[in-house]
Every structure is written in structure tokens, then in C-alpha cells.
């Protein structure tokens, strides 16, 4: 059933989280084994437009994802078993993924976000039923919904939600972990879902509602007809954890008429699953050289199943993760148009398995870039990156230690020329954009690639003598909360850290110098610095200020700012930012 490939390793520590609200109350008990990697990702919508400015979350970390959803974070510890990915964007549900690695390389993750779609709002004294598609349904009590402080909420309820087909492979990336789940009995398993929904309520304000201390309301989830066979009358209920990123068994549902119907005591995303022992299996996806492919699709079904679960291979083109034990199974290989390339037949396997490398050699569609990048001045740029556009799609690669770069990209059929941009994170540069023939070529020398021109958009700032660069730079313009006044937003997110930093100005009239209205200034994994007009002093020269999308914003901005918050010690602030507006 679904059944995800993730990133995995051996050798682990444990260590023990509670899970409050499970009447069991069940301990995540993981493997734990602290590795440094690289964390590159990309957040998109499920009609894979990019999602800007997505707050991901690893272990206490936040970066923002940039204008094509790319977000990276270089150099961190993670639990090579297992670390979560948490991602949260206004008006879709919460997206989270499970990532793992054995270390040594680069991790790549895509997350699919669902829009939150209202289904429909009830009178929370009355209670009512909301359809939520298909024969999907949430049945609410009279009185049973609570506010955020705990308190019975008497107003309109309303009700976002959406249900999660297991025969659709959207699926596969919209829901949330990666099926990895803990039983009532406090043991890690692997899911087999027969279908998922996600909830949320909400008041008319937009505040938080969920279900009252002591009530339950009930859900119904559709079973699609080809899996109707398979499905057992009574099936466990799990709750994905946003805390560990585990499933947590609470209660079951019991099919009638085609339908799982089960109680739940809160709302988040719910799991029909059954589920399996594992073995851990590993393996590589390969060019004809022997080049590992990155960041192709990896797919496993468990045989006469139309259920199937995935993950995607890491910078050197390996795989590793968990499968059902004592079962036939198929793997898919799909390039990044989401063709099938490649399938075989597995297993059955009774215990831990090494694959044997699968090579794609279609030289058509597989082509291998190399290449180095300098600064302007010819050193080697080690904290850079090469964006690779095609018709289709977009992929970066990243410099090692000594400035390189080398990897396979699986592209789009029918691409034909892809236009090559180096990026020198440190120096705000970049090289000139090239167009390449890929035509047939299975492998292409970019040879040296040099940052000389200037980037069109760069935020940085030094606080009590060190300099914090953002990889992202972006100016918006909003209202406030209170509906009265226009500010102009400075944002970004700081590279090679976890940092998203804002400042806000009221709206001015143009170039010229300003006191902005606050700041909020992050790095690693605290807010580091704190302005306002109470908190020391700053002044804001914008050299360039447009007002309509696209239009240049340029500004160096100079003071004091409390350190470690209001309060803190006021140090030294000064900094540079250009971008567009949008």
C-alpha cells in the first residue's frame, strides 16, 4: 500500500518523545544518529507552481523559501534516521516531510502544499454535517467546538478540508510525513492508507477552532472501488504528529457501504491505514557512466496494488529507506516531468537489502553538467550554486569545498536547450546567463563559470561586527492589522543559517530617508535582534523606490538594535538591500 522511499541510515541512538491527547499515551521512541548535511528543497502547489515566501522549519530552524519555492540549508545536523521538514504558508494546510540520509551528501525534498478550500460553516451550538467530496463527510456535535483559550465557542464554525485519494500520486507529496507511524503500542511500523483527510475550522476572524475537551466528531472517508477488496471492516485510525512527524495510532473506523466512519478527538490530518513490519532496502540511480542521477522520483508499489508511495534521490543518486517485509513489489523510476523511465520487479525480501544500481542510459533525457565557479577575482566560490532552467522545469546544483560541481540531471522530453546562471551567494554576484545545446549530449563540461556581474537583489547586514547575508531579498507592500496604514516590507532569508528577517517601514513618498516602524532580525535558530521606536535608533536611505509590481527598491539602512531581544544590549546596525517590488 502507500509505502514511502525515504533517505535512511543504520547505527542509531533513541530517544523518547511524548505524544500528549493519545489515551495510550504513546512514546515515539526513534532512532537518533546526529550527521551534518546539506537540506535543499522546493515548496509547490499541487499544479507544481512554486510557493513564495513558505516558512520551512528544520529541527528549531526557519528559512523562507525564495520566488521559485527554493529553500536550502547548508552544513546542519539532522537525525540521519529521520528529521522533520515542517512548512507553513498562509491559506494552505500544513505540509511537513520526513528526511534521512547517511551523511556525506546532499538531501534533496520536494512538498506538495493543498489550498485550504472551505467546504462549508455550521452554527457551532447547533452542530451539522459539511460534505467534503464525494462520500468524504465531517459530522460536528451540538456545543462540542472550543476556542484557542479552551473556552466553548457559540459562533460560525467554518470548516476547510480536503480529502487525500491513496490511488492518486499527488498524494504521495501533498501528505504529510512519509507514512512512518507508532502503533498503541509504541512501535515504529509503516502505513498502508486507504485515504486521508485533512481539517481545519476556523471562526469568522480567522482564529483558531478544534474540537471541545470530552467531544468527538466524526469523519467518513471514501474507499476508491479498486481498493474495496482489500479493505478490512474495521481499519486503525492515526493522526499525523506536527510535533515528531509520526502517525499516531487513536481509535479505528468501520467500513459501511464503501465508507471508513470513525470518531476523532481533535483536528489535523486523519489516516485510514493498515499497518506492515519493515526491512530497509537501499540503492542508486545511475547514468550509463555510473553517475548518480539527483533528485528523480523513486516509487515503490506493493504488487497488484495501485497504491504506491516515493521519495526522491539525494545529490549522488542513492536511495534508502523502509519497505514492507515479505512482499512483492514493483519500482517505478519517473523523470521530472513525471514520465516513467524505468520499472522492474523486487522482492519479496525478508530482510535488509542492497539493490543493484539501476541505470537510466537515455542520453536524450539524462544529461550530466560539470563545471566550476569562481569569484570574479578567480578564487573558487564554495558557497554557490547553478541554476539549470529547461523547458519544464528548473534544478540547481551545488559547489563543493573546492568551488565544483557535478551531477546528472534527468530533464523533460523534448527539451532541447537549457540556460545556465552561477550564483556566488557571498560575493552577491553572479555570471552572465548561457544557453547550452543539451541536444544528445549525455555529458557537458560547463567548464569555468565566473561571478563578475552584479545581483539584481541582495540583503545583507552587519550587527555587533558580523556581516549576515540573506540567500532571498524581497519588498513587499501591505496594510497593517488595523487596516490604516500602508507599510513597505524588507524581507529575506539568511543563507547557510535558518534566519527570516523583516523590517517595516510606513509608507513614504519616494527616495529618501526614513525611520522604519520595526525589526525582526534572525539568525541560526533565535531572533537575534529587535527594533522599534523604543529600542534603539535607525534610519533607512532608499536610493531607489517604485511603487508598482516590479519596480526597483533599493536601500542602506544604519543605528542601534537591541541585541537578544527588547531590553538587550544595543549594538551597532548597519546594511544593503536591493530587490523588486511584488
Not at 498502508?192 to 481539517?199: D, E, K, R, S, Y
Not at 468501520?254 to 540503492?283: A, I, K, M, Q, R
Not at 550509463?288 to 497488484?304: F, T
Not at 517505478?332 to 543493484?356: E, H, K, M, R, W
Request: aromatic share 8%; glycine share 10%.
Amino acid at each position: 500500500m502507500l509505502l514511502c522511499i525515504l533517505v535512511t541510515s543504520c547505527n542509531k541512538d533513541n530517544e523518547i518523545i511524548d505524544v500528549p491527547g493519545t489515551p495510550t499515551d504513546i512514546m515515539v521512541n526513534p532512532p537518533m544518529e546526529s550527521i551534518t548535511a546539506n537540506v535543499y528543497g522546493r515548496v509547490i502547489t499541487v499544479n507544481n507552481l512554486p510557493v513564495v515566501d513558505a516558512v520551512v522549519t528544520i529541527n528549531n530552524m526557519t528559512i523562507s523559501t525564495d520566488e521559485n519555492g527554493l529553500f536550502n540549508a547548508k552544513d546542519i545536523t539532522i537525525n540521519g534516521y529521520g528529521n522533520l521538514v515542517s512548512v507553513t504558508a498562509p491559506g494552505y494546510f500544513h505540509g511537513a516531510r520526513l528526511i534521512e540520509s547517511e551523511g556525506g551528501t546532499d538531501i534533496n525534498t520536494t512538498i506538495k502544499l493543498i489550498e485550504k478550500s472551505m467546504k462549508g460553516s455550521i452554527n457551532a451550538n447547533n452542530g451539522g454535517d459539511i460534505m467534503i467530496g464525494g462520500k468524504n463527510q465531517l459530522a460536528l456535535g451540538a456545543s462540542s467546538i472550543k476556542d484557542a483559550d479552551g473556552n466553548i465557542y457559540d459562533g460560525t464554525v467554518n470548516v476547510f478540508a480536503e480529502w487525500l485519494d491513496p490511488t492518486d500520486v499527488n498524494t504521495l507529496q501533498t501528505m504529510p510525513g512519509d507514512l512512518r507511524a507508532v502503533n498503541i503500542d509504541s512501535d515504529i511500523m509503516q502505513l498502508a492508507t486507504f485515504g486521508m483527510l485533512a481539517v481545519e475550522l476556523e471562526a469568522p476572524d480567522g482564529s483558531p477552532l478544534n474540537i471541545a475537551d470530552g467531544s468527538t466528531a466524526q469523519l467518513s472517508f471514501e474507499v476508491p472501488a479498486e481498493l474495496l477488496d482489500a479493505a478490512p471492516v474495521s481499519i486503525p485510525l492515526w493522526f499525523f504528529d506536527e510535533e515528531t512527524g509520526y502517525w499516531i495510532e487513536d481509535g479505528e473506523a468501520t467500513l459501511v457501504d464503501g465508507v471508513y466512519v470513525g470518531d476523532v478527538s481533535h483536528f489535523s490530518f486523519w489516516n485510514c491505514d493498515v499497518p506492515y513490519p519493515l526491512v530497509e532496502v537501499e540503492g542508486s540511480v545511475v547514468n550509463g557512466n555510473g553517475v548518480g542521477i539527483s533528485n528523480v522520483l523513486v516509487e515503490i508499489i506493493i504488487a497488484e496494488s495501485v497504491i504506491s508511495g516515493c521519495s526522491y534521490t539525494d545529490g549522488d543518486g542513492n536511495f534508502y529507506g523502509k519497505i514492507p517485509k515479505n512482499e512483492s513489489l514493483i519500482i517505478n523510476i519517473y523523470n521530472s516531468c513525471n514520465q516513467l523511465v524505468y520499472t522492474a520487479d523486487i522482492g519479496p525480501f525478508d530482510s535488509d537489502v542492497v539493490l543493484d544500481p539501476i541505470v537510466i542510459d537515455d542520453s536524450e533525457y539524462i544529461v550530466h553538467f560539470s563545471g566550476s565557479v569562481t569569484s570574479c577575482d578567480g578564487n573558487p566560490v564554495t558557497n554557490g550554486n547553478v541554476l539549470v532552467e529547461y523547458q519544464g522545469g528548473i534544478q540547481f546544483l551545488y559547489t563543493d569545498e573546492e568551488g565544483n560541481f557535478s551531477s546528472a540531471i534527468d530533464i523533460c522530453e523534448g527539451t532541447s536547450v537549457a540556460t545556465i546562471t552561477a550564483y556566488n551567494v557571498d560575493d552577491l554576484q553572479q555570471s552572465t546567463p548561457i544557453e547550452v545545446d543539451i541536444n544528445g549530449q549525455a555529458d557537458i563540461d560547463l567548464g569555468i563559470l565566473s561571478t563578475c556581474d552584479e545581483l539584481t537583489e541582495y540583503f545583507f547586514y552587519e550587527m555587533d561586527g558580523t556581516t549576515y547575508t540573506m540567500e532571498t531579498a524581497y519588498a513587499q507592500t501591505a496594510i497593517d492589522s488595523s487596516g490604516l496604514e500602508t507599510y513597505i516590507y524588507l524581507s529575506g532569508s539568511i543563507n547557510n543559517t535558518s534566519g527570516f528577517s523583516t523590517i517595516g517601514i510606513p509608507m513614504t513618498d519616494g527616495p529618501g530617508t526614513y525611520i522604519p516602524e520595526y525589526a525582526l532580525l534572525f539568525t541560526d535558530t533565535d531572533l537575534v535582534g529587535v527594533f522599534d521606536n523604543a529600542t534603539g535608533s535607525m534610519t533607512i536611505t532608499f536610493t531607489e523606490l517604485g511603487y508598482n509590481m516590479g519596480d526597483a527598491v533599493e536601500a542602506t539602512f544604519d543605528g542601534t538594535i537591541a541585541l537578544d531581544g527588547n531590553g538587550g544590549t544595543l549594538v551597532d546596525f548597519s546594511g544593503e538591500f536591493k530587490s523588486t517590488l511584488q
